[in-house]
């Protein structure tokens, strides 16, 4: 019989945001939200510079309760890197089009130029 007199108390715990079932519900959240950001022409490198209450409303919009952790996040933009780079290979392919480019706006705003 195992001694449980020194063992801590978490160690016994069950990590349920790493096992199977959540990991396999974090991947269908982002392919969820890559798709929402792919038709919108959001970019993995513009989804990294917002700031977390953008990424809430973002999610929202995309009617997917917003990740409570970064990892959904991380592979969000990860999906939106191999979508990019997949798409540079198929340009013409209807995949590669993105559905609602002019919401773009909505969600990144372009660089103001500064008066000359």
Do not use: C
């Amino acid at each position: 019989m195992a001694d449980h007199a020194h063992t801590p108390d978490h160690a016994h715990t069950a990590d349920f945001a790493h096992n199977t079932v959540s990991a396999g519900r974090r991947a269908e959240k982002a392919r969820r939200l890559a798709v929402y950001l792919w038709d919108r022409d959001i970019s993995a490198t513009e989804l990294r510079a917002m700031p977390p209450a953008a990424l809430r409303k973002l999610a929202r919009a995309a009617q997917t309760n917003p990740p409570s952790t970064d990892e959904t996040w991380q592979a969000v933009a990860a999906l939106l890197d191999e979508k990019a780079a997949w798409a540079g290979r198929h340009p013409g392919h209807p995949a590669a089009r993105r559905a609602h480019p002019g919401e773009k706006l909505l969600w990144v705003k372009p660089p103001i130029t500064p008066w000359s």
